[in-house]
């Protein structure tokens, strides 16, 4: 089962349960948390990475195939929000995640393909527009875009690229990655926090694949983040 079966299945269960709760008058918790200027929290959640990729066979005659493989990741983020009205809130969530990429190359007479791991550390600094639903009982749902400023602290972009303790070149990733991001929320507020699951896709708007003129670049015209995150806010 690919991963966006996985989302769609959580998303239609979240929404089933929020239908389910909705349906009956129950006391309200936190009910002042709307009227805060600005609320807190904390953010936890697992990704899946991958990549889209523009290959250039071309480039080496024995070469038939790049692939790409998703590895999964984690993050950890703070949450700050600046409430704009019952409706709208500005969304700030620095932090660190970190994942793990594959580029797969095939080549001919080659039954075994060699398979290129990169690992990064990324210092994620998004900004968000978030609109939320109106609040039935202690439940109310949400979506979000924006734009997110990441820079891979783990980047090998600036190192002379020599052969590994294997006799292979590094695949080196730009250190600066820019993403158009979008999400889905649910919002479950309890006794004491509110618990926020969420989805987000990142979309990579630049090419981070640093041509080194070595066999792993070369073959690659363009290469861009493609990143799905189910994380968990505790806001308070």
């Not at 932090?95 to 080659?110: E, K, M, P, Q, S």
Request: charged fraction near 20%; aromatic fraction near 16%; hydrophobic fraction near 40%.
């Amino acid at each position: 089962m690919r991963w966006h079966h996985y989302i769609l299945i959580i998303t239609v269960c979240l929404a089933s349960v929020t239908e389910l709760f909705g349906q009956k008058e129950i006391p309200q918790n936190l009910p002042k948390f709307d009227q805060k200027l600005v609320h807190f929290g904390f953010q936890l959640g697992l990704s899946s990475n991958g990549f889209a990729i523009e290959p250039d066979l071309a480039q080496d005659d024995s070469l038939i195939s790049i692939g790409v493989g998703r590895q999964p990741g984690f993050i950890i983020h703070v949450v700050s929000e600046l409430h704009m009205g019952p409706y709208f809130g500005l969304r700030f969530t620095p932090g660190i995640a970190f994942a793990a990429r594959d580029l797969t190359y095939g080549y001919v007479n080659d039954p075994n393909p060699k398979i290129r791991t990169i690992e990064s550390t990324f210092l994620d600094i998004p900004l968000y527009l978030k609109y939320r639903s109106a609040r039935v009982n202690n439940f109310a749902q949400y979506i979000f875009a924006g734009f997110n400023y990441s820079i891979d602290l783990a980047s090998q972009e600036f190192v002379d690229n020599q052969l590994d303790e294997r006799g292979e070149f590094l695949v080196k990733l730009s250190r600066e990655n820019y993403m158009a991001e979008i999400g889905v929320g649910f919002d479950f507020f309890l006794e004491y926090f509110k618990f926020s699951p969420e989805l987000r896709f990142s979309y990579g708007l630049n090419n981070i694949i640093v041509k080194d003129n070595t066999i792993y670049s070369n073959p690659v015209e363009a290469l861009n983040s493609r990143i799905f995150v189910l994380s968990f806010n505790f806001e308070g």
